[in-house]
């Protein structure tokens, strides 16, 4: 089993808001975070990639097309954007780092899973939302 | 002469758009950075003082205090805030990284002065609007 | 089950030797890590928790809390410290990194795992000497 | 189980071809990577071992002695080479990160293994061709 | 006058060599930067233009130009070949760092100066070969 | 004019201590860092050459040379060391960044000066103390 992984980058601006919750309780349980007027990251993304290499190619993935599907499916999508307001696959959902990457796996996972060669599948999803605050998805067991 | 730079960090939303030209001026011109609904980044802020050590303290300046100048003139006022927006020295500046860089210069330059040793002043003020793209302001020759 | 990392820095005096044996012993097994005049590092620490995020909040843990946890139980004792000397929960051990990351770990895990979210709990700790020499404890399986 | 982790650096020029399939197939497969004239790479190396700390030393493994053998199984071999013609260990191989980390875990394994303290052995293989693109190899289970 | 500096990153295969020289001088003179088969580099290029920012945009150069022109005129020549006998412009140059910068600067320079804001000029071109080994080339005063 | 540059590293204990001042003016002025029982940094050095380059080589330096000079003069006298007890050529200077960098650029100056190609010479020392603070010392005017 070979991990592959490929490193992507993109700024977004965002706002932590429960709005079932009351303004007084995200303003707590947010603070700076909650700011109504927004604030932004540069997110470093990580998308990793368990499996056995092709014996024709060496690769467990091309990461050219791990790269365009990235690129389609997160990127174009959150690159330049407000989290909240204008992606999707986002819709409802609180744009921590932890809910980030759960939502960014799902909508990678098809697609990385078709191309992959043989039985290699997605495996890990990592987003930096600032160099020291992390998170990491890796729902399938390590084999 | 010593060059002493401090590092420091910041979250902070904003979106390039000058409000004296027409809405497609400024879609054609700024691209995506122009996004109504605003985008962010992880900025980097690097500030320079130049100057002769203290024989007493081998400091050009204090980096604690300098640390504290920076904090109190630019990231307690630009840290997770919209630069369009929320901050009061920046009314009227297209927040490009060009413009903070001068905005950031002149908003630090007295308290600076003030406290960094004898002759000692602020050299420059850089700015890392993401890894790959920097800005720079040094008003002064280089001695 | 995600994982959520907070990187923090300190800097520390330490010395590698063991009391129980010979001067000549530490100095053919630790080499210039013996040194009895102490050297130093920008130790950079890694703590990662895994859980399951809070429908409300969106979090496995609150970086902010979580922050002032490992400023507390670890920062504050070793920064600007001598790992050998001054910190009490190091006493009798020497300072390698593979035993300051379990150290770290046990001192950080009642504290973490009371504020973490439901069955959150803090998952490994990792601790960077130089940029070229790492340790990381993770004593709990992967689930 | 602590693991420890040494960080190394070599520089090499390579190409991805397989001599088994036509000019064609190549270049449609590895596009620019397949250039005759090579390019080449900073590749980053991290090895890992898993272990329990020697109660003497601290230990898993001594990191002198783990950097030697990196130097003498690895980079010694690669470092300026170009790895299709003049590595030994290399030979038939494609060098893919795929395959570079598989084959360097096979040359490490038995050394590493044989001066890690007690029942400590090596871990994972991980190398980084770019900044963006990374293979990593951990055939044993995490226990 | 402000400093704008754009971040880019290829990979090439190269080999220091004199073809005036003997292969013993070549030898002796560049070590194993002198190996026949080639090693090579993910080199990392940063592009800096001194000006004064159009009231308009806030730019001293649009960076999406800059990032244009760079990838037109040195990326897309020197990516992922071997810059001793594929790069036109480097014909007939030792590719040392120092060489490099120097014609990159001339290859980039009536480019940018044509779309640069108002007198704003190509400044410096600075080349990390490594993380370690690094050459800059700014043949204008700083005013 | 093209400036050359090597980065290297070393870890070294020290602390700030004015031995003419009182023991209460010490802990006034240099707080923690004044701790008696040390504290210490991974420290990156960079320093940079300024010259031509030589038309049979292309190099300003060799950087094999400048690498075994700043080695010699400095790595071997600070790494693992304790930088007020145990460097001659620092004896009777306050270790801040400041005169670190200036009594760095004077061990290396002849050294540097006399391999230099030509009428290259020693241009800047950089030390990066944290990752945060930063001092360089550039005594000769910019050419």
Known sequence: MIYVTRKSHFNA??????????EEWNKTTFGKCNNPNWHGHNYILEVTVAGVPDP???YVIDLGILK????????DKCDHKNLNLEVPFLKGIIPTSENLVK????????DINRVA???STLYCVKL???????A???????I
């Open 103 to 110: 939502a960014f796996f799902q909508e990678l996972e098809d």
């Open 13 to 22: 601006a965002h706002r932590l808001h429960n709005p079932n919750k009351s």
């Open 56 to 58: 024709d190619t060496g």
């Open 68 to 75: 365009k599907i990235i690129e389609e499916k997160i990127l």
């Open 136 to 142: 990491e998805y890796c729902p399938n067991p390590r």
């Open 117 to 119: 060669f043989d039985t």
């Open 128 to 134: 930096f939302e600032t160099e020291r605050n992390i």
